[in-house]
């Protein structure tokens, strides 16, 4: 039997449910029952009233579906799967920075962990980022945590001062106009669409900058028939595979994110068998990191 059949059917008989981001392996995708961007995974996480999830996606996000349906057991199947970028916001400076500044909103991407929810007012995804900033009346001093591409990007479009922690994804760092240039000139005509997490000297290039599932709905209801895909080079296989008819160019080099790339099939299928690895989160945490997302649910 091949290792996908033994992951259906043990998934079957523990009713568990297998939820995985855009940016993960392919095979991960194919196994997975539903796939999307951090804003989606949320949602289903939190609808789901499964048993059992297994969260094929880097631990942040593993820790929000723990946070939204903390009943269910929720498994990681690769414990090593970190975003540096959440990293980069640690609880002490975050602490410092919250007794520093009483009365300025910290506003947080969902990119960042558990213990940092806790500490912060508000949590957006880059599905709704705009959305939560526009939330926040006007002339209030806001800290954006940890994405300071996100934030500078956030910030031009919608005219609203913030402050900005000094984050950054190295992948969508690593996306440089020459680079994205270089595939326009190999694709003259082609829309060219970008994270919002590059640098916005990328996004100044692009025709549109938005979330992985932002991407996927415009490059489905666009007329054009070539797009450029500035991110993470996961999301071109569920791109061409849902849109079998329109061709996608990543760029080059191309965009890897190594940590979601680090859950494999077995991984998966270990995880079913065994029942673990959990994400263990302290009920304290799981309430106070739960504000700020449901805030930011609330929005929608
Ligand atoms: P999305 O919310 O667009 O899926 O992005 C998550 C992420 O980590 C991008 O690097
Ligand atoms: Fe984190 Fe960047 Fe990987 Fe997204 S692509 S999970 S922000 S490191």
Same mark, same amino acid.
């Given at each position: 039997?091949?290792?996908?059949?033994e992951?259906?059917?043990?998934?079957?008989?523990?009713?568990?449910?297998?939820?995985?981001?855009?940016?993960?392996?392919?095979?991960?995708?194919?196994?997975?029952?539903?796939?999307?961007?951090?804003?989606?995974?949320?949602?289903?996480?939190?609808?789901?009233?499964?048993?059992?999830?297994?969260?094929?996606?880097?631990?942040?996000?593993?820790?929000?579906?723990?946070?939204?349906?903390?009943?269910?057991?929720?498994?990681?199947?690769?414990?090593?799967?970190?975003?540096?970028?959440?990293?980069?916001?640690?609880?002490?400076?975050?602490?410092?920075?919250?007794?520093?500044?009483?009365?300025?909103?910290?506003?947080?991407?969902?990119?960042?962990?558990?213990?940092?929810?806790?500490?912060?007012?508000?949590?957006?995804?880059?599905?709704n980022?705009?959305?939560v900033?526009?939330?926040?009346?006007?002339?209030?001093?806001?800290?954006?945590?940890?994405?300071?591409?996100?934030?500078?990007?956030?910030?031009?479009?919608?005219?609203?001062?913030?402050?900005?922690?000094?984050?950054?994804?190295?992948?969508?760092?690593?996306?440089?106009?020459?680079?994205?240039?270089?595939?326009?000139?190999?694709?003259?005509?082609?829309?060219t669409?970008?994270?919002?997490?590059?640098?916005?000297?990328?996004?100044? #290039? !692009?025709?549109?900058?938005?979330?992985? $599932?932002?991407?996927?709905?415009? +490059? /489905?209801?666009?007329?054009? *028939?070539?797009?450029?895909?500035?991110?993470?080079?996961?999301?071109?296989?569920?791109?061409?595979?849902?849109?079998?008819?329109?061709?996608?160019?990543?760029?080059?080099p191309?965009?890897?994110?190594?940590?979601?790339?680090k859950?494999?099939?077995?991984d998966?299928?270990?995880?079913?068998?065994? #029942? !673990?690895?959990?994400?263990?989160l302290? $009920?304290?945490?799981?309430?106070? +990191? /739960?504000?700020?997302?449901? *805030?930011?649910?609330?929005?929608?």
């Amino acid at each position: 039997m091949g290792i996908e059949t033994e992951i259906q059917q043990l998934k079957q008989q523990r009713q568990a449910l297998i939820l995985a981001h855009n940016y993960t392996l392919p095979e991960i995708q194919d196994a997975a029952d539903f796939v999307g961007d951090s804003l989606e995974l949320s949602v289903r996480a939190r609808d789901c009233q499964a048993p059992l999830i297994v969260f094929c996606g880097v631990r942040f996000m593993a820790e929000t579906a723990k946070i939204l349906s903390p009943d269910s057991v929720v498994l990681h199947p690769n414990p090593r799967a970190g975003c540096p970028m959440a990293d980069m916001a640690e609880v002490p400076a975050v602490e410092r920075y919250r007794r520093d500044n009483p009365g300025t909103v910290l506003l947080a991407y969902v990119n960042t962990t558990a213990a940092v929810k806790t500490m912060v007012d508000i949590c957006c995804t880059s599905g709704n980022a705009e959305a939560v900033l526009k939330s926040i009346p006007a002339g209030q001093k806001i800290m954006f945590l940890p994405d300071a591409n996100l934030g500078r990007n956030l910030s031009a479009k919608l005219a609203r001062p913030m402050e900005l922690w000094p984050g950054f994804c190295p992948t969508h760092n690593r996306i440089t106009p020459e680079i994205i240039r270089k595939a326009q000139s190999q694709w003259p005509g082609a829309l060219t669409l970008v994270h919002l997490e590059c640098h916005p000297s990328v996004v100044a #290039l !692009a025709d549109q900058a938005l979330s992985t $599932g932002g991407m996927l709905k415009y +490059a /489905r209801s666009a007329a054009s *028939k070539r797009f450029i895909i500035g991110t993470e080079s996961g999301l071109v296989y569920r791109l061409k595979k849902e849109n079998p008819d329109k061709e996608f160019l990543t760029l080059s080099p191309e965009p890897l994110c190594p940590n979601m790339k680090k859950i494999s099939l077995d991984d998966v299928l270990f995880a079913l068998r065994d #029942l !673990a690895p959990a994400v263990e989160l302290p $009920g304290e945490v799981i309430e106070k +990191a /739960r504000r700020p997302i449901e *805030k930011m649910l609330a929005m929608k």
